[in-house]
């Protein structure tokens, strides 16, 4: 099964598109993003109960968390810029607006098993260190700061899980192709008959 095609074949048409840079559509997932995360940090507040937190966590703890939540939005990239290049080998796009950071592979057309491992990628490799850090902490004041990582995390993973959602529902043909110029994604479908 191949990855990708370099030109969109004769029989496609545009099925969809999900844009980032639309207001509409960058409110809602920004709205969507604030609520995952919110529920997630008050369902761990309650399970881990830090008690003190303020007090408990030095200048270094509040400098440390910074340079993990600046690292993550870079690595959450790279992972999908990874897993693009390893199954495509064709050229990336990075970039960053005011309310999304993106990594795209914009001059080709993305089959939906391939499209949906570079999209999943971050969301489960981050999932996997974030959820371990919530448990390897050692005091339940460190646990709760990995706890809001993890919830930064889902809440920024929110357009990825929508292009999945569409994928899952709408987009179930393994024909599907998508065009991923970063911000913006375009599916495809054969034409029937
Ligand atoms: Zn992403």
Not at 89 to 112: E, H, M, N, W
Request: a neutral charge; hydrophobic letters at 50%.
């Amino acid at each position: 099964m191949k990855n990708y095609e370099l030109k969109l074949p004769d029989n496609y048409r545009e099925a969809f598109v999900v844009d980032a840079t639309d207001k509409k559509l960058a409110v809602t997932l920004n709205v969507v993003n604030l609520i995952i995360a919110a529920a997630v940090i008050l369902i761990s507040w309650l399970l881990i109960r830090p008690q003190n937190l303020m007090e408990s966590l030095s200048l270094s703890d509040y400098l440390i968390f910074l340079g993990c939540l600046l690292c993550y939005l870079v690595l959450h990239e790279l992972v999908h810029g990874a897993a693009y290049k390893l199954l495509t080998r064709q050229k990336l796009t990075f970039g960053l607006t005011l309310s999304v950071a993106y990594c795209g592979v914009p001059d080709i057309y993305v089959y939906r098993r391939a499209s949906m491992i570079s999209l999943l990628a971050p969301f489960c490799v981050f999932t996997v260190v974030f959820g371990a850090a919530v448990f390897l902490m050692p005091t339940p004041q460190e646990q709760f700061c990995a706890a809001i990582l993890l919830a930064l995390h889902w809440g920024g993973c929110v357009g990825d899980l929508y292009d999945t959602y569409l994928y899952l529902t709408r987009f179930r043909s393994p024909l599907t192709l998508m065009r991923d110029t970063g911000p913006k994604q375009t599916f495809y479908l054969p034409q029937e008959s």
